[in-house]
Antibody, heavy 119, light 106 residues
Framework: EVQLVESGGGLVKPGGSLRLSCAAS????????MSWVRQAPGKGLEWVGR??????????DYAAPVKGRFTISRDDSQNTLYLQMNSLKTEDTAVYYC??????????WGQGTLVTVSS | SYELTQPPSVSVSPGQTASITCSGD??????VSWYQQKPGQSPVLVIY???KRPSGIPERFSGSNSGSTATLTISGTQAVDEADYYC?????????FGGGTKLTVL
């Protein structure tokens, strides 16, 4: 059974940093392209960024609002996806989901982890 | 930047057909996915590559995409289908989501 479990969310002050993790199981993680998607309270889905599999280059792409502040990485030996978030702003407050997939849609999602940026 | 536009809300009577649209410039040239999200839950993929259904998704869900509009159709809508629905496409290397449509079954 495919499982994605996010962790690392919490309360952080504006300008602070946080690292989210997404533990994957039930599939060959190293072959998967993975994304982070967020959802502000009461709002819609917003794509944050993606990392390709290492065999496809392992490159990353980011949405404009987070480019230069957020970094996606992966540890295939630990089947874990990461999202390093720096210079956090109040508008980054959201539930952050990790998702598997890419051009054919995101077929599996985690349960999400809440990040609150507030002073 | 590329945008996808959905109606904020759609209402349908049980057993009837619900259609949710998603519009964008030359959207028919891109693959569209659709997600269902119920309150307090994670999104679920219901359609990918315009019209394909993942395993486990009921046959009443179908999709199409042509010109500048993609459509998610739910035939014989049931109360359990009440949810928010999001379309999604890729513009170059960026994933774009529509603003979401709240489907009410009444």
């Amino acid at each position: 059974e495919v499982q994605l479990v996010e962790s690392g969310g919490g309360l952080v002050k504006p300008g602070g940093s946080l690292r989210l993790s997404c533990a994957a199981s039930g599939f060959t993680f190293s072959n998967a392209w993975m994304s982070w998607v967020r959802q502000a309270p009461g709002k819609g889905l917003e794509w944050v960024g993606r990392i390709k599999s290492k065999t496809d280059g392992g490159t990353t792409d980011y949405a404009a609002p987070v480019k230069g502040r957020f970094t996606i990485s992966r540890d295939d030996s630990q089947n874990t996806l990461y999202l390093q978030m720096n210079s956090l702003k109040t508008e980054d407050t959201a539930v952050y989901y990790c998702g598997r997939g890419s051009y054919s849609g995101f077929d599996y999602w985690g349960q999400g982890t809440l990040v609150t940026v507030s002073s | 930047s590329y945008e996808l536009t959905q109606p904020p809300s759609v209402s349908v009577s049980p057993g009837q057909t619900a259609s949710i649209t998603c519009s964008g410039d030359k959207l028919g040239d891109k693959y569209v996915s659709w997600y269902q999200q119920k309150p307090g839950q994670s999104p679920v993929l219901v359609i990918y590559q315009d019209s394909k259904r993942p395993s486990g998704i009921p046959e009443r869900f179908s999709g199409s995409n042509s010109g500048s509009t993609a459509t998610l159709t739910i035939s014989g809508t049931q109360a359990v289908d009440e949810a928010d629905y999001y379309c999604q496409a890729w513009d170059s290397s960026t994933a774009i989501f529509g603003g979401g449509t709240k489907l009410t079954v009444l």
